[in-house]
């Protein structure tokens, strides 16, 4: 059977090994799915029955094991693991992480951050160049979740990625929760940040949720972790509805990867990712917004 090739409803979800069979069996109404293909190259029954489903739906590739901000170059190996995967569920979009996670021979399960400096740009933009040769196609890179800046970084995270795009002609994936996670802990507008996003290179938006957790470090004082193991928070869909308003209809997962709860709460996202797109639709047909600043 055909695989499909281009996404007709915006909404899609994160596809986790606990809902796999369920979605096989149902089919539930769901514009798209993104997977890591990590969880699926060392499992060949999961990537059997997601060949399968790449029948049914669209399919995303999220890669977690392409370090693009690695100083000591990327996994060749895992490249042409990747490519091959490819190959077998042609999935219309493929990205991952402006981030570090090997060291090395090691890998580090985190996604590390990267100095916003011509130096670090130089690095990143040979990888991204490398892994769009060896793919043949665009690599989304995404927007990262932030702790700590760092005192060596020359320019924004926005203008990091706006020369990343430049350079290396990549399309970006912007993570609409991460901004607001990154803004509240460094202290930044999330709007302004999104006004500054390079808009014409995003071809994907997540949404995920987040976990406040007391910040040792400063008293009285919250830090937003990344954790997705939560709904989405009221404030990542006020960012949405602006983001929207600035990016146009694109392509909007639902992201939820620990405490994972039943598929159909993960459907009620769905719903609400429709709802508000269709709000904003409505507003913007009749020619007014809210200003959610
Ligand atoms: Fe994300």
Request: glycine fraction near 14%.
């Given at each position: 059977m055909a695989k499909m090739t281009s996404i007709s409803n915006i909404s899609g979800v994160g596809l986790r090994l606990p809902h796999l069979m369920e979605i096989v069996a149902t089919l539930p109404p769901i514009g798209w799915l993104e997977v890591h293909p990590e969880n699926f190259l060392a499992n060949p029954h999961a990537a059997e029955l997601l060949t399968e489903l790449s029948t049914h739906y669209p399919i995303s590739l999220h890669t977690v094991?392409?370090?693009?901000?690695?100083?000591?170059?990327?996994?060749r190996s895992h490249l042409k693991r990747l490519l091959s995967f490819i190959d077998r569920i042609h999935p219309i979009l493929v990205s991952g992480h402006l981030a570090w996670s090997t060291y090395g021979n090691d890998y580090l399960n985190d996604l590390l951050p990267i100095p916003f400096t011509e130096e670090a740009l130089r690095v990143v933009t040979a990888h991204v160049d490398e892994v769009q040769d060896v793919l043949g196609r665009s690599y989304l890179i995404e927007n990262p979740a932030s702790y700590l800046g760092f005192c060596?970084?020359?320019?924004p995270e926005t203008e990091f990625l706006s020369e990343l795009v430049r350079r290396t002609g990549c399309k970006l994936l912007c993570d609409v929760s991460n901004v607001v996670v990154s803004a509240h802990n460094l202290s930044y507008n999330a709007y302004r940040y999104i006004d500054d996003?390079?808009?014409?290179?995003?071809?994907e938006i997540h949404l995920g949720g987040y976990t406040p957790e007391e910040d040792?470090?400063?008293?009285?004082s919250q830090l937003l972790i990344d954790?997705?193991?939560a709904a989405i928070a009221a404030p990542s869909w006020d960012l949405y509805l602006y983001a929207l308003r600035r990016f146009g209809s694109k392509p909007t997962l639902v992201e939820w990867d620990n405490d994972i709860p039943p598929l159909s709460t993960l459907l009620e996202e769905v719903v609400k990712v429709d709802t508000a797109f269709g709000q904003c639709s409505r507003k913007q047909s009749e020619g007014h917004y809210v200003d959610a600043r």
């Open positions: 094991g392409i370090s693009v901000g690695s100083a000591g170059g990327l996994d060596s970084s020359t320019m996003f390079p808009a014409d290179a995003i071809r040792t470090a400063t008293p009285d954790s997705h193991a």
